[in-house]
């Protein structure tokens, strides 16, 4: 059983921009594979081993993000069935959450089953054929691990200050993070270390965490404060929360975040709701507002699933 908080039932509407690396270049590591009988022009067959290798846990899904950019995959072919599995497009999960944004997750997802190393091979068009290493981790093991670097952080944490640490998974993985004051704290399992960064929300404010392990989406919300309201699009405004998106390709890596926003009427009181990408460059946002009731509403429908308790006991 993972040390993380038991997830149970509720949550959202929100989400994302992905930026995508460039496609490895070609004109490296390119060779012809040789002639066989009875396979018509295999020498017209290029290979590329791609540099990035992937790393995923059992159980765990992770994308080949270079794969996004072909515009068309023949074939999809892993080299032990019983290690690894193709799966269906799980990033469609983010576009139920939100689909503003023109761009989406595409490209070939691969879910880990047995801890081993292992191939992926895609074919893409009529002449190529790019080769990826995927690594899968025992889940047992690497939960073991990162609790232990996850406790380390919380030792050195200043024994003066109650940063009301919580273990709670995040990004759908499976595997457990910290929530220790204003930041999240991960183990980043493909390089053996903890990552961190700052939530920009303050521990003591926080009311809600709701998290989407389809969508690989986290919720953090908090109570709004009045002082720092600022003029936004249509009316004054104070965050009531973020989003944070998670990388599919990596980890543990935050792609990007989404606000919410609690809009203000004369009395400064909260009279409606709206979102904020910062990667999505026009103003229709502000004009599409909702409830709080709706944005609860909103949440279930779209499978998000409520932390309870958000904080659990004083670690």
């Known amino acids: ?60 899904i992770v994308l080949i993000k270079d794969t996004a950019l072909f515009t068309k995959i023949k074939s999809v072919k892993v080299s032990d069935e019983e290690g690894i599995e193709t799966v269906v497009d799980p990033g469609s999960n983010i576009k139920k959450v939100y689909s503003i944004a023109d761009h989406a997750y595409n490209g070939v997802f691969v879910k880990g089953k047995k801890a081993g190393s ?26 073991k691990k990162a609790l232990n670097a996850l406790d380390e952080c919380v030792a050195g944490l200043d024994p003066s200050v109650d940063h009301r640490p919580a273990f709670i998974d995040f990004n759908g993985d499976e595997i457990p993070d910290l929530l220790a004051d204003n930041r999240i704290y991960a183990y980043q399992y493909d390089k053996d270390k903890v990552v961190s960064f700052k939530t920009g929300l303050k521990r003591d404010s926080i009311r809600d965490i709701y998290v989407s392990k389809d969508a690989h989406i986290a919720y953090i919300g908090v109570e709004p404060d ?12 104070v965050v009531a929360g973020r989003y944070f ?27 409606a ?15 599409d507002v909702f409830t709080y009731e709706d944005w609860q509403a909103k949440l279930l429908e779209t499978g998000f699933e409520r932390v309870s308790p958000p904080f659990g006991d004083k670690y």
Not at 47 to 56: A, N
Not at 273 to 287: A, F, N, T
């Open 118 to 143: 292992y191939k992926v091979t895609v074919r893409a068009g009529k002449k190529k054929k790019y080769v990826y290493r995927v690594k899968v981790l025992s889940a047992a093991d690497t939960e």
């Open 1 to 60: 059983m993972l040390r993380s908080q038991k997830i149970t039932a509720i949550c959202m509407a929100a989400l994302l921009a992905v930026a995508l690396p460039a496609v490895p270049s070609n004109a490296a590591g390119l060779r012809s594979e040789p002639k066989q009988a009875g396979i018509k022009s295999a020498s017209c067959v290029r290979q590329v081993k791609t540099k990035k290798r992937y790393c995923v846990v059992e159980g765990g």
């Open 245 to 271: 998106i998670f990388d599919y390709s990596e980890p543990f890596s935050v792609l990007s975040k989404v606000e919410l926003y609690a809009l203000l009427d004369g009395e400064d009181k909260i009279a």
């Open 226 to 237: 009045l002082s720092k309201k600022k003029q936004g699009e249509t009316a004054p405004y």
């Open 273 to 287: 709701y709206c979102y904020h990408d910062s990667s999505y460059d026009q103003d229709d946002l502000w004009y």
